[in-house]
C-alpha cells in the first residue's frame, strides 16, 4: 500500500493550496510539469543570495564554491541514474536539447546517407522533428514501429525493423498521452543484438520507476528536471563515455574549449565539451534538492501512490461517465489518464474543468502522430503526482460527469 504522507507533503508544496476562480486548485497537470517543493524554491532563492557566481571560471571564492555545489549535483544525478561516470552525465536545457544533442552529434559522427533510425508511433514531437531535422542534410529513414489500439508497441513489427542500416534505436520510455511503459529491457537487448545503440527518452519514464542506467546497459537516457520537482530550464542527457567520446560538440563556445587559436581549437574533456556557454548552475544545484527529497519519499512509494490514483480514478470515471473514451490501456501504465467523452471537444472540456477549479491539459500533447493514429485530433489528460489524493480524484470525475452533462 502507499507509504507516503500526502497531507505532510502538500505543506511543501505552497502553490496547492492557491485558488483559481474562487475554487480550490486541483492540479492534474503533472505530465506538463511538476509543481516544486518549497526546498528547490529556497535553494534558487539561496543560490542567487549566497552563491552566484559564474562556475569554472574565477579563482575567487564563490566561483569556486559555485563549482562544487554545481559539480556535486553532477554526482547526485549520476547516482540517482546509477552512472558509471560522473563525465557521463551532461546538463542541457531540458529534454528537448538533450534529444537535439545527441541527433546533431552522433548524427555528424555516425549517420550517412541511406541509415536508419528506429522510432514509434507514439513519440512526443521532441523525439520526431530533431531527426527530421537531420533529414535535411542526411538521407535518413526513419522507420516508425506501430502500436496496436491498447497503446502497445508492436514488438514483432519492432524485431522485424533492423536490418544493416539500422544505426539508431530511439524510442520513449513511458508515452506522455497513453502512459504506456515500454518494454525497455527487452527493447535494448534486441537492439544490442544488432549493435545498434538506444537512446530512451525518459521525461515520464524516470519518474515511473527508479532508472539503471548501468543495469538497462541503455546507451543514452534524457529527462527534463522540471518534471521531476525540479525547476525549468534544466535537463539531463546520459552518454555512454565511449560514444560520447566518439561524438563531436553539438555549439562551440565558452567551458567547451582545451585552448582557442583562430586557426584552430581543441575541445574540452567530458562533460564540459558538450556544455558550451554558462550553464544553469543555480538550476542543477536545486535540482539536487529535488533529487533528495523523491529519493527520501522512496520512488518506489511515489509509483505507488500514483498508480493508486491512476487506477482509482480509471475505475470512477468508466463507471460514472457515460460515452468515456481512454486512449492508452496498455497492461503497465505510467500515472497519465488521456480521454474523452463522446465527441465533445477537449479544448470545450478543458476550458470548463478549469473554471471549476481543474488544471489538466487538452490538445495533441505535442504527439500529433499519435493523434492521427487514433483518428482524433486531440484528447483530456489527467496526469498524478505525488501530491495528489484520491479526495481530488472523486472531485475530478465528479466534474467531469457535471461539465459532459452540460453538452
Ligand atoms: N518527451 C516526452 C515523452 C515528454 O513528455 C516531453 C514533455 O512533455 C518531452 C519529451 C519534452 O520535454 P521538454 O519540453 O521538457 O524538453
Not at 559522427?109 to 520526431?128: K, Q, T, V
Request: hydrophobic fraction near 40%.
Amino acid at each position: 500500500m502507499p507509504m507516503l504522507d500526502v497531507k505532510k507533503i502538500r505543506e511543501d508544496f505552497p502553490l496547492l493550496s492557491r485558488e483559481v476562480y474562487g475554487k480550490p486548485l486541483v492540479y492534474l497537470d503533472n505530465a506538463a510539469t511538476s509543481q516544486k517543493p518549497q526546498c528547490v524554491v529556497q535553494a534558487i532563492a539561496d543560490g542567487y543570495t549566497h552563491l552566484n557566481a559564474n562556475v569554472h571560471r574565477g579563482v575567487h571564492r564563490i566561483s569556486q564554491e559555485a563549482t562544487e555545489a554545481y559539480e556535486e549535483a553532477r554526482r547526485q544525478v549520476q547516482h540517482f541514474l546509477h552512472a558509471a561516470s560522473e563525465r557521463e552525465i551532461i546538463f542541457t536545457r531540458g529534454t528537448t536539447e538533450s534529444i537535439n544533442l545527441v541527433a546533431h552529434s552522433f548524427g555528424k559522427a555516425f549517420l550517412h546517407d541511406g541509415d536508419e533510425i528506429i522510432l514509434s508511433e507514439m513519440e512526443h514531437h521532441a523525439n520526431i522533428v530533431p531527426w527530421q531535422l537531420l533529414q535535411s542534410y542526411t538521407d535518413l529513414k526513419l522507420h516508425v514501429i506501430p502500436i496496436d489500439d491498447r497503446g502497445v508497441l508492436d514488438m514483432e513489427a519492432y524485431r522485424a525493423a533492423f536490418n544493416e542500416k539500422t544505426r539508431l534505436v530511439s524510442l520513449t520510455h513511458v508515452s506522455n498521452v497513453l502512459g504506456t511503459v515500454n518494454p525497455i529491457r527487452e527493447i535494448i537487448d534486441i537492439a544490442h543484438r544488432h549493435e545498434v545503440p538506444v537512446l530512451l527518452d525518459g521525461a515520464q519514464g524516470v519518474l515511473h520507476c527508479a532508472v539503471d542506467v548501468q543495469a538497462l546497459d541503455v546507451d543514452f537516457y534524457v529527462f527534463s528536471a522540471h518534471k521531476l520537482y525540479g525547476p525549468t530550464g534544466l535537463g539531463v542527457l546520459y552518454g555512454k563515455e565511449r560514444w560520447l567520446e566518439a561524438m563531436p560538440p553539438y555549439q562551440g563556445g565558452g567551458e567547451m574549449i582545451g585552448h582557442v587559436t583562430f586557426a584552430k581549437t581543441t575541445f574540452n574533456e567530458l562533460p564540459f565539451k558538450f556544455e558550451a556557454g554558462t550553464p544553469n548552475y543555480i538550476g542543477a544545484i536545486a535540482f539536487a534538492k529535488a533529487l533528495a527529497y523523491v529519493s527520501d519519499l522512496g520512488l518506489e512509494n511515489i509509483a505507488a501512490h500514483e498508480q493508486d490514483l491512476l487506477q482509482y480514478t480509471t475505475r470512477l470515471l468508466t463507471e460514472q461517465v457515460e460515452g468515456l473514451r481512454i486512449f492508452g490501456n496498455a497492461p503497465e501504465k505510467g500515472a497519465i489518464l488521456s480521454f474523452l467523452v463522446r465527441d465533445i471537444h477537449p479544448y470545450d472540456m478543458g476550458m470548463l474543468l478549469d473554471k471549476l477549479g481543474f488544471a489538466l491539459r487538452s490538445g495533441h500533447h505535442c504527439a500529433q502522430p499519435l493523434m492521427d493514429r487514433f483518428n482524433i485530433t486531440g484528447t483530456l489528460r489527467a496526469s498524478f503526482a505525488l501530491y495528489n489524493t484520491r479526495e481530488e480524484c472523486e472531485a475530478f470525475v465528479a466534474a467531469v460527469k457535471r461539465v459532459a452533462q452540460m453538452f
